[in-house]
């Protein structure tokens, strides 16, 4: 019903820049949260960034300044712009869905549970 395709992803030098695209069919964009989240080989998935119903961004401190999430509700495809990549950014990155937000947001965040939809991942190698 709800599918989520990632892609853009690769392998980069540090400092250069990816742009991942997430295409969603089955919804509408403007009905769900929507967020970037990686995996590391060994480590936990965490979120990178999250963009709500009415446009509100957040990110991760460890992006703030490099990485910027936006979507496209017509095209029904969300992006994640990565500039000023840096080896630490490795990882397989994940678009994911919220159906649960309001307004706002649905609860703390980054947290992988406020997530009922998944794409397949698609993985990103900065080296140096």
């Known amino acids: 019903q709800v599918q989520l395709v990632e892609s853009g992803g690769g392998s980069v030098q540090a400092g250069g820049s990816l742009r991942l695209s997430c295409a969603a069919s089955g919804y509408s964009l403007s009905n769900f949260c929507m967020g970037w989240f990686r995996q590391a080989p060994g480590k936990e998935r965490e979120g990178v960034a999250e963009i709500a119903k009415l446009g509100n961004v957040r990110y991760t401190d460890s992006v703030k300044g490099r990485f910027t999430i936006s979507k496209d509700n017509t095209a029904t495809t969300l992006y994640l712009q990565m500039n000023s990549l840096k080896p630490e950014d490795t990882a397989m990155y994940y678009c994911?869905?919220?159906?649960?937000?309001?307004?706002?947001?649905?609860?703390?965040?980054?947290?992988?549970?406020?997530?009922?939809?998944w794409g397949q991942g698609t993985q990103v190698t900065v080296s140096s």
């Open positions: 994911a869905a919220d159906s649960s937000c309001g307004f706002g947001w649905s609860g703390s965040p980054f947290e992988t549970t406020n997530y009922n939809y």
